[in-house]
């Protein structure tokens, strides 16, 4: 069974880099006021596209939204969103646990789904982050440009999306997801990720389409569940590299700047308890303190009650106790 392995070493010319803190500046404001000014701009960068998207819905309700659309979308979202969390991120990326070949394939098919990117280049890319977190090197760091708020402000379009096209060093996929390029079931699903992102897509309006017997039903379905859901997913998603590093709780000791961020929990199925992660990056729980709600650990305990999933990797209160610098 082939499974998810940890970063392998870099070779001797690289391993003697060195990650230096690319436009981190500690000193430049007061504390205090660096804080409200990051949270400013966070919420005015989040909540506005938000905003202006709860406000179409009414408008929509009833004849361009039914709650066909929402069902259907709720249930893409949810497949495509573990698939990420649990499949691309806690298994593929950081082997929390053992997965049998059905439940590692499932995985891998319903993490393409969400139309973050294929397989093998999600992983190698998240790996490299983890390498260099929010130092030179990280693919999405938002400190990148500095912390005065102009440069929270473009650092946050930058980790959030913009690094998906402007990364001028594009991540070794020899280097960071060797393990994942030697699997042949995996290497099968990374070839075929253009035609599952099309069924990602489009098979949303099909079933509206049927459900409804109409063109209309179709388009709505199409609309909603297929490109304001799939939308909604990659931001939930690129919330946890821009957002959750730059405000939230710290109650762990880590060396970026991985926060919590507890009204991210939800939508991110548990990604949003960034801190906890960045700590412990194996771990199969993010949400170990009281009242993280963690559904992707939940579904993972559910896998392994199943007999899915082994060597599941949970938390551990020793190891934990020694990292916490905040109150439980």
Not at 27 to 55: C, H, K, N, S
Not at 155 to 172: E, F, V
Request: net charge positive.
């Amino acid at each position: 069974m082939t499974t998810a392995s940890p970063i392998p070493p870099a070779p001797p010319s690289e391993k003697a880099e060195q990650p230096r803190r690319s436009g981190i500046r500690d000193g430049d404001l007061d504390p205090e006021l660096r804080g409200r000014g990051e949270r400013i701009t966070v919420f005015g960068y989040v909540l506005i596209p938000l905003l202006a998207l709860a406000a179409a819905v009414p408008f929509a309700w009833g004849w361009a939204l039914t709650w066909t659309d929402i069902i259907i979308g709720a249930v893409f979202y949810v497949i495509g969103g573990l698939g990420i969390t649990v499949g691309f991120h806690r298994y593929f990326t950081h082997g929390s646990f053992k997965a049998d070949r059905p439940l590692r394939i499932a995985l891998a098919v319903a993490g393409t789904m969400a139309f973050e990117g294929s397989v093998i280049k999600w992983v190698a890319d998240h790996r490299r982050h983890h390498k260099y977190a929010d130092h030179e090197g990280d693919p999405h760091s938002p400190w990148r440009f500095g912390d005065d708020w102009r440069s929270v402000a473009k650092g946050l379009y930058y980790a959030h999306m913009g690094w998906l096209y402007l990364d001028d060093r594009k991540t070794s996929l020899r280097r960071f997801a060797p393990d994942l390029l030697k699997d042949p079931d995996i290497a099968r699903i990374d070839r075929l990720a253009g035609p599952i992102f099309m069924f990602s897509m489009f098979a949303p309006a099909a079933i509206g389409g049927l459900v409804t017997m109409s063109w209309w039903g179709a388009l709505t379905a199409f609309f909603w569940a297929g490109l304001v859901r799939l939308a909604l997913q990659q931001h939930v998603t690129w919330s946890v590299n821009s957002i959750c590093h730059t405000i939230g709780e710290e109650n762990f000791e880590v060396r970026d700047r991985s926060r919590n961020v507890w009204w991210l929990a939800v939508p991110s199925f548990g990604e949003s308890w960034h801190n906890l992660h960045h700590a412990d990056p194996t771990c199969a729980r993010h949400g170990v303190l009281k009242g993280q709600i963690d559904i992707s650990a939940r579904v993972i305990w559910i896998f392994e009650k199943l007999g899915w999933a082994t060597k599941v990797r949970w938390p551990d209160a020793e190891r934990l106790n020694a990292k916490m610098v905040g109150p439980a």
